[in-house]
Every structure is written in structure tokens, then in C-alpha cells.
């Protein structure tokens, strides 16, 4: 009884060796795939965290630039921010601060090359609206209408839609096409929360154009009051 086993438990180990001899390679590189995928996993999540961590100090260090004023030390941070850490939430944050602070000092053409990059790098689409939204408005005041127009061109995410359809008026109005930018003024004032402070000023950009968007509104509640009398 003891050799049958003995017989069989051979058999199997030659089984086990001729599967082994089959498909160990196999086996062994499909185990090493899952352990390095997972390894690497682990690495990249590693690796996002720390470089949250460094992009976050580096913000700051951007935004301590701006506020002591030091343009030449907000432009080291910004370049080391755009290289080092351009995929980041912060060097988006800061590529809007840096291009604040460049306007406000006067240096246009930094303020529009810091939004640029953020409208063209960005990946978050709410940042990217704003530097678009933002660059429109430097192009607005500097009369490069078509520019402009090219920037609000691009999709706009459901928040920042009533906004661009604004600066679109905005832009056509200071073209002289009045009749394009009362529609482009409706089309914001619809889009915009009742609630919203700013609804209040693209109404009086209606008024200005003889529009009075309440109307309709107006007319609308006094039916209903008549029928439900």
C-alpha cells in the first residue's frame, strides 16, 4: 500500500514538474506584472503625494512674493512652479495670483503670458475658464477685439457659461454691434441664478440697450395672479 502511494505521489510530482516546466516562466512573469503594477501603484501615489507637498510650499513662497511685492522673486517661483510642478492644482493657483499681480503692477504682457499658460496647461477646466476669461478682459481693454472673441471661442464649463456669454457682450458692444451683444446679454442674464449679485449688473447692461429683461417676468406674474383670482 505503501509503494501505491509512493507511485502516486510520483506521478503527481511528475505532473507538478511537467506543468511547472510548461508554464512556470509564464506564471512567474504574470506574478512579477501584478506585484510591479501594484508597486508602481503605490509609488505613484507616493509620488502625488509629495509633490503636493513641495508644489504646496512653493505656492506659498509665490504668494509671499506677491505680497511683499518682489516681482522678480514671484517670477523665479512662478518658472520653478510651471517646471518642477506644472501639473499640480497649486502651479495653476499661481500662474492666476502671479498674472494678478503682473497686471496690477502694470506689466501686461507677463499678466497675459501667465494666463495663457494656465487657459492652455491647466487641468482643471474651472482654471482654465477663468485665465480665459481674464485674458478676454485684457484683450477688451486693449481693443484686440478678435483676440478676445478667439478666447471665449473655447467650452465653457455650466458655472462659468453666464460669464462668458457677459464678456462676450462686453466685447461686441465695444465693436458697435449692438443688436449681437443685447443677445449675448439675455443669454447671460437667463443663464445667471436669480440670486446672483451679478444678474443685477448684466440687467442694468440690458437696460442701457432699452432692454428691460423683467418684462416678461413682470407680465408673466400678473397672468397668474389673474387667474388664480
Known amino acids: 500500500m505503501a509503494q501505491h502511494l509512493d507511485l502516486e505521489e510520483q506521478e503527481q510530482l511528475d505532473e507538478l514538474k511537467h506543468f ?30 509629495s509633490q503636493a507637498a513641495q508644489a504646496s510650499v512653493l505656492y506659498d513662497e509665490t504668494d509671499r512674493a506677491v505680497q511683499s511685492g518682489d516681482m522678480a522673486r514671484v517670477e523665479r517661483s512662478l518658472s520653478d512652479m510651471k517646471e518642477r510642478f ?18 496690477d503692477k502694470g506689466n501686461i504682457d507677463a499678466s497675459r503670458a501667465a494666463l495663457n499658460w494656465v487657459a492652455e496647461k491647466a487641468s482643471d477646466p474651472g482654471y482654465q475658464a477663468i485665465a480665459r476669461l481674464r485674458l478676454a478682459g485684457i484683450l ?12 471665449l471661442a473655447a467650452s465653457f464649463p455650466k458655472d462659468f457659461a453666464a460669464l462668458a456669454s457677459d464678456r462676450r457682450g462686453d466685447i461686441l458692444l465695444a465693436q458697435g454691434k449692438k ?8 443669454k447671460a442674464y437667463k443663464a445667471f441664478d436669480e440670486r446672483a449679485e451679478y444678474r443685477r ?8 440697450l432699452g432692454v428691460d429683461p423683467t418684462a416678461g417676468q413682470i407680465s408673466a406674474n400678473a397672468a397668474n395672479t389673474e387667474v388664480t383670482k
Request: hydrophobic residues 45%; without cysteine.
Open 20 to 49: 511547472w516546466k510548461e508554464y512556470g516562466n509564464l506564471l512567474t512573469w504574470a506574478l512579477i506584472a501584478v506585484l510591479g503594477s501594484f508597486a508602481a501603484w503605490n509609488g505613484y501615489q507616493y509620488w502625488q503625494s
Open 86 to 103: 506644472g501639473g499640480t492644482v497649486y502651479a495653476q493657483q499661481a500662474g492666476l495670483l502671479a498674472a494678478k499681480a503682473y497686471y
Open 140 to 151: 477688451l481693454e486693449k481693443k484686440s477685439y478678435d483676440e478676445a472673441l478667439q478666447q
Open 179 to 186: 443688436v449681437e451683444a443685447k443677445a449675448e446679454y439675455e
Open 201 to 208: 449688473l448684466v440687467e442694468v447692461k440690458l437696460n442701457a
